[in-house]
């Protein structure tokens, strides 16, 4: 039974536009000092988070902080759960490291079988095996290397290339940044990444589909594109087309046009070539289904996921894998070749296990659902007229507003006006965070926000996120009106 949720709770019976009380209260952010840890700006320091609970985060200057983005799309379950708190303290005591060439634990294996089983009903997925290690980077690096030793257990090394997206991001190391076109973060290290990977079109509505087409029309362009770049490499010369079901930070939660995915599943069948999706943002429910795949209807053969596998309680990835896979590795070699020293983590695991039990037992995919139809008609509501606001998408508890400095043209705000960014600093000043983004349309222009708050957050509280973040904008766009 999913919970019930009132539209009156999120829905206060004032223009939602209006200014609130809590926009008009000033927030002491003071930040911290300098010290020795590397920050991510070496100028700009990060505010000093002392707790935090549920849906808020507590800064030392003793200013609360409303999680609309669940940090970048993580905290799946809100912040200080006891019982995450619990079974990690549990695992502890029994063991807290073993070395996997030779020991295993009970929570790596019952984290594997518990994301991997499919409940009565539910979407078969055709993955058996899920490999865990400890970030979206490390888990997207070895499906590239099993992908690749697929091919070469066959007897097919000549496979040596990766097809991928523009506009898409799939990890910082240097293999998945390599598969990544996310360029503002490729730029110092073009040079030294790997040269085997071929971009196509991202699969981008808004501003690639054409007056004249259709939905369907516009996803048939996209696969011929693909089918035409396989056919400039040599599809026997490819190892894996690589994609995020939903297109996450690069530019602001992007889902692909109906046929899209069904189209790529059958291009990629036609040449043997695998297909990887990264689920590491838009999976683990976030989307309103346990994997955003589910509402493509399609069976991938590697799957990357991470965020919200623990939620942000421990740092923890896995690649699943499919039969398939399995089947040619058990019938060659009998390993990946591939291992960490932390992988299948016994806390790690244990933690993760906590929170995917808590999700479960919950419904909190279901009232993702759910509340997603909410959220989206708030921000339909508050946003649609706004004359900035070019695009509003989005699945579940991921949506993203696209802004534009004109929106009949769609053209986009001179990259040095850091609109988005304005608006994210904004709403941080009225007590909201969201997730900014930039380089939105090609890598260099363009600007969004993403909203993708916990998905336990309380109606009230998704309410707020759509009020704050409408003051935020109003502020900004008014700023820009009298420019
Ligand atoms: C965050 C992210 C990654 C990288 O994960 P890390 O844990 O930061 O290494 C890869 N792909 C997508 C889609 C992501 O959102």
Not at 70 to 76: L, M, N, S, Y
Not at 100 to 125: K, M, R
Request: proline share 4%.
């Amino acid at each position: 039974m999913a919970p019930a949720i009132l539209l009156s709770d999120a829905y206060p019976k004032d223009d939602i536009a209006n200014t609130t009380a809590e926009a008009t209260k000033t927030l002491d952010l003071t930040k911290e000092k300098d010290v020795g840890l590397m920050h991510r700006s070496l100028v700009e320091l990060p505010y000093e988070v002392v707790s935090a609970s549920g849906s808020y985060i507590h800064l030392s200057s003793g200013a609360s902080i409303l999680d609309g983005c669940a940090g970048a799309a993580v905290a799946i379950v809100g912040h200080g759960n006891k019982e995450v708190l619990a079974a990690t303290v549990a695992q502890m005591e029994k063991v807290s490291y073993i070395h996997t060439a030779s020991y295993v634990t009970s929570s790596a294996e019952d984290l594997a079988n518990f994301i991997l089983e499919v409940p009565p009903g539910g979407f078969q997925h055709g993955l058996e095996k899920a490999y865990f290690c400890g970030s979206g980077s490390e888990a997207n690096d070895a499906a590239l290397k099993l992908a690749r030793q697929y091919f070469f257990e066959q007897g097919q090394p000549q496979r040596k290339w990766y097809v991928s997206r523009r506009q898409s991001y799939h990890g910082t190391s240097i293999a998945s940044m390599s598969v990544s076109s996310n360029l503002p973060r490729r730029i110092p290290y073009q040079d030294i990444l790997m040269p085997n990977v071929a971009f196509v079109s991202p699969a981008y509505a808004y501003h690639d589909q054409r007056a004249t087409e259709t939905e369907e029309e516009y996803a048939g362009r996209l696969i011929a594109e693909l089918e035409s770049e396989f056919q400039r490499i040599g599809p026997e010369n490819i190892i894996s087309f690589i994609a995020e079901p939903i297109v996450g930070a690069t530019s602001g939660c992007v889902p692909a046009p109906k046929g899209y995915f069904t189209g790529v599943r059958q291009v990629c069948d036609k040449y043997g070539i695998l297909l990887h999706l990264d689920e590491i943002m838009c999976g683990m429910g976030r989307t309103g289904t346990y994997f955003a795949f589910e509402q493509e209807d399609i069976q991938p053969d590697l799957v990357a996921i991470g965020k919200g596998l623990s939620g942000g309680y421990a740092p923890v990835s896995a690649v699943l894998i499919s039969k398939k896979i399995v089947d040619v590795l058990k019938a060659g070699s009998a390993a990946f070749n591939h291992g960490h020293t932390y992988q299948s983590h016994p806390v790690t695991c244990a933690t993760a296990l906590a929170v995917q039990r808590i999700v479960r037992r919950e419904n909190l995919i279901q009232r993702c659902a759910l509340l997603g139809m909410l959220l989206e008609k708030m921000l339909i509501d508050a946003f649609s007229d706004c004359r900035f606001v070019g695009n509003i998408r989005g699945r579940g508890l991921f949506w993203g507003i696209e802004f534009v400095k004109d929106k009949a043209t769609k053209e986009t705000f001179a990259p040095s006006q850091h609109f988005g960014y304005n608006v994210q600093q904004k709403a941080f000043k009225l007590g909201l965070a969201v997730y900014p983004g930039a380089a939105t349309v090609d890598g260099v222009r363009g600007d969004h926000v993403i909203v993708a708050p916990p998905l336990n957050i309380s109606v009230v509280d998704l309410g707020k996120i759509v009020r704050l973040l409408k003051e935020a904008y109003t502020q900004e766009e008014s700023q820009i009106a009298t420019l």
